[in-house]
């Protein structure tokens, strides 16, 4: 997240893109010890991180926001800009993943069979399989809810810049990956917007690079 400040407000515009942080950002933290030069928050810019997790709050309500963390650094300070960079929401499993996990299904299957141990059998009883490869990293509705109330707290954090009229005016941008799963995405915290100002209905355009992945 990128906030540009002035003394004096000018409006420029909000550029919201759709991607996935790097993975390898998690391997940064191994049990209690961590390297000196990698900042704490680097544990949470994987690409499994929910939204609770960085923010327990969320749990009781989805729509906590904490206003320090747009705190500005002087008191007449006024943001012009900002820049939200975002992933994708909660998704079903790529199509290769759906494999792996179908193969450690059947390993389950095959060496319980044999097995007497109660809590083998149980296993192999009650769990269902019910990914397929159709589902390939797809949106889930959970990934939906993600986005719609992630607009709802942007707009509660940034209300100058993140507003109806400014949108009604064209000066918010948007722009996603090619990936279906993040014009899914962009297109909830959309809705998210819509709902919050009451402009259901109201179509809302966004661009489309599909070199943003």
Not at 5 to 15: D, H, I, M, N, P
Not at 46 to 73: C, F, M, Q, W
Request: with cysteine; aromatic share 8%.
């Amino acid at each position: 997240m990128a906030l540009t400040c002035k003394r004096s407000a000018v409006l420029v515009t909000l550029g919201l893109a759709l991607a996935r942080f790097c993975s390898a950002c998690n391997t940064a933290v191994v049990g209690t010890s961590r390297r000196p030069d990698i900042p704490a928050i680097a544990e949470y810019f994987g690409t499994k991180a929910r939204y609770e997790e960085v923010n327990p709050d969320l749990i009781n309500n989805i729509l906590t926001v904490h206003t320090s963390v747009a705190h500005l650094p002087y008191g007449d300070c006024t943001p012009v800009h900002v820049t939200a960079v975002i992933r994708h929401g909660t998704r079903y499993p790529t199509a290769k993943n759906v494999r792996k996990i179908r193969q450690l299904y059947e390993l389950v299957l095959e060496k319980s069979r044999d097995s007497g141990e109660g809590w083998l059998q149980e296993i192999r009883s009650k769990w269902e399989m019910w990914y397929h490869d159709g589902m390939d990293g797809q949106l889930v509705e959970k990934g939906q809810f993600d986005h719609r109330n992630l607009a709802v707290r942007l707009a509660t954090v940034f209300p100058t810049l993140l507003s109806k009229d400014n949108l009604l005016s064209d000066r918010l941008r948007f722009i996603t990956s090619s990936k279906h799963r993040c014009v899914d995405s962009i297109g909830a915290f959309q809705e998210g917007l819509t709902a919050l100002w009451q402009l259901n209905g109201t179509g809302m355009q966004h661009g489309m690079h599909s070199h943003v992945h």
